[in-house]
T-cell receptor
Framework: SAVISQKPSRDICQRGTSLTIQCQVDSQVTMMFWYRQQPGQSLTLIATANQGSEATYESGFVIDKFPISRPNLTFSTLTVSNMSPEDSSIYLC?????????????????FGEGSRLTVL | QKEVEQNSGPLSVPEGAIASLNCTYS??????FFWYRQYSGKSPELIMFIYSNGDKEDGRFTAQLNKASQYVSLLIRDSQPSDSATYLCAVRDTGRRALTFGSGTRLQVQP
């Protein structure tokens, strides 16, 4: 599997500010996704990060609140804008391996270590 | 809305016993099914995937799939305290590349 690095690993933020989370993969990957895991909850898909075009957002998530960039096949950012305490969560970058030479796309996703945000 | 359902637990089993974790899904067209393990404070780690009806074994883990009943299970044989974690069932829905996750079952293996 690929090595997926997320920065920051954790942060404490003030209400009304914005924070950008970076996801770097050590190999080219077809698919990159951003998930959110709220305290004690499972993973909820925020959006699919599309290389070179606008992200595809899930119901309940909008671009103004969670702008996403994906300039190439190894890097993506998620910004959490105008944060409120309800945005306190772990944000996870996830990748599918379809483009990695020698690795067939079996459908599984791999996850970064996550970025734990606390909004005061 | 596509759903993946799991019993939240906790499921408590003694060391050495078989732990049985269950999952149901709503999208009859789903083709791929995954089990992830998540330790507290860590990100999910893939442990099993299954595509075909029946059983798939990998070491102490066996995944079982019954598409007619829309049911997936994970059996952990000879459970160890190190197996104590939350187990997430995930389904790849028809026409999508992302996975939909269940709420997870917390497993506690008692020494």
């Amino acid at each position: 599997s690929a090595v997926i690095s997320q920065k920051p690993s954790r942060d404490i933020c003030q209400r009304g500010t914005s924070l950008t989370i970076q996801c770097q993969v050590d190999s080219q990957v077809t698919m990159m996704f951003w998930y959110r895991q709220q305290p004690g909850q499972s993973l909820t898909l925020i959006a699919t990060a599309n290389q070179g075009s606008e992200a595809t957002y899930e119901s309940g998530f909008v671009i103004d609140k969670f702008p996403i960039s994906r300039p190439n096949l190894t890097f993506s950012t998620l910004t959490v804008s105008n944060m409120s305490p309800e945005d306190s969560s772990i944000y996870l970058c996830s990748v599918g391996m379809g483009l990695t030479p020698g690795l067939a796309d079996r459908g599984e996703l791999f996850f970064g270590e996550g970025s734990r945000l606390t909004v005061l | 809305q596509k759903e993946v359902e799991q019993n939240s637990g906790p499921l408590s089993v003694p060391e050495g016993a078989i732990a049985s974790l269950n999952c149901t899904y709503s999208d009859r067209g789903s083709q791929s099914f995954f089990w992830y393990r998540q330790y507290s404070g860590k990100s999910p780690e893939l442990i099993m995937f299954i595509y075909s009806n029946g059983d798939k074994e990998d070491g102490r883990f066996t995944a079982q799939l019954n598409k007619a009943s829309q049911y997936v299970s994970l059996l952990i044989r000879d459970s160890q305290p190190s197996d104590s974690a939350t187990y997430l069932c995930a389904v790849r829905d028809t026409g999508r590349r992302a996975l939909t996750f269940g709420s997870g079952t917390r497993l506690q293996v008692q020494p």
